[in-house]
């Protein structure tokens, strides 16, 4: 593919079972409107790497033909990481897994797709591309050490929304669009 000497991603190391996640977060681990804050390694300084995310909330993606877990990881130039191109460099990756391809089909179950890359200090999706259509998940980047460490690591927070702005719920102590700005703080309010 011309990308240089990477690692997989992390759905695809957890597929070959060389991952494994540091968190499980579903809708009973997840309150819509609160902010959960983690601390996860880069992918290939830890075997214990990623976020793994099962939507429970979204029943169209939690079952079916169409079910998928979303893999959260954070990519950094050490181990097979090394030569990692700079498009993904210090970067944040969303990767999502079809839980259920069929099996008659070439690649079932190996199929992973890169939903997201999030920089540091930002927030995915911006603001005005939330909508109540795909993951009704956001996840901000909050901040990351040394890239030059022997273990880098990212401090990654997410938050799942079920209205696409504040207005009208500006006095309940939650972001309930998952834009960072909770009530009054929130211009849509
Ligand atoms: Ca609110
Ligand atoms: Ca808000």
């Known amino acids: 593919m011309g990308s240089g000497a990477t690692c997989f991603n992390a759905a695809q190391m957890s597929i070959l079972g060389w991952a494994a996640p540091v968190a499980t977060i579903s809708a009973a681990s997840l309150p819509a409107g609160r902010w959960v804050t983690f601390e996860i390694p880069a992918l290939s300084a830890n075997p214990y790497n990623n976020l793994l995310v099962k939507p429970t ?31 993904f460099l210090g970067m944040v990756e ?43 998940l956001a996840v901000r980047f909050v ?21 696409t702005r504040e207005t009208g719920r500006c006095n309940n102590g939650l972001d309930d669009d998952c834009d960072g700005l909770t009530d009054l703080e929130d211009s849509d309010c």
């Open 143 to 163: 901040e990351q050490g040394p890239l030059s460490a022997s273990a880098p690591w990212a401090r990654v927070a997410i938050c799942r929304y079920d209205v």
């Open 94 to 136: 969303l990767h999502s897994l079809i839980l259920n391809f069929p099996e008659s089909m070439p690649f079932a179950n190996n199929i992973t797709t890169l939903e997201a890359v999030v920089a540091p200090r930002t927030i995915w999706p911006a603001p005005a591309q939330r909508s109540l259509d795909g993951w009704r």
């Open 57 to 87: 909330w979204l029943p169209n993606l939690s079952s079916g033909p169409d079910a998928r877990n979303l893999f959260v990881s954070y990519r950094a130039p050490v181990g097979c990481d090394k030569l990692i191109s700079k498009a």
